[in-house]
């Protein structure tokens, strides 16, 4: 991992072209870079004042909590309109098994958390 932030301005040149739902994964960024720890677009409107990008670029956001706060559980964070979509999503992920699709056993092993116990402690706020 290489630790880049990409391209904002180019990025946001191309979202204004072509239309595209930009989701930025902030797992490695959010609280951990930028002045306030708000991740990849404040930091790089930090360092590029002459390039600077609307602070709605992203769409949607992804973090963990496992990083930069030592914790368990992630966090999903956008615009309004995909929140029923994404809602609907982990609703349909719960059904189909639910947190099985996050689970890092050996991760939560050391911490003497169960399978079961990260199901609901994994639930992603919106
Ligand atoms: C880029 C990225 N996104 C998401 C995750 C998920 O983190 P976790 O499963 O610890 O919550 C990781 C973990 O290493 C990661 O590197």
Not at 7 to 22: G, Q, S
Request: hydrophobic share 35%.
């Amino acid at each position: 991992m290489e630790a880049d932030v990409p391209p904002l301005d180019a990025m946001h040149r191309l979202k204004e072209l072509y239309n595209f739902i930009l989701l930025c994964d902030e797992a490695h960024s959010l609280l951990s870079i930028g002045t306030t720890g708000r991740g990849c677009l404040e930091y790089w409107n930090d360092n590029h004042p002459d390039a600077q990008v609307p602070s709605d670029l992203i769409d949607i956001r992804t973090a963990t909590l496992s990083k930069a706060i030592g914790g368990i559980g992630g966090m999903i964070a956008g615009k309004a309109k995909f929140e029923s979509a994404i809602r609907s999503h982990i609703t349909q992920l719960r059904q189909d098994g639910g947190g099985r699709h996050w689970v890092h056993p050996p991760w939560y092993r050391q911490r003497g958390f169960s399978a079961s116990q990260h199901s609901s402690r994994a639930a992603c706020a919106v």
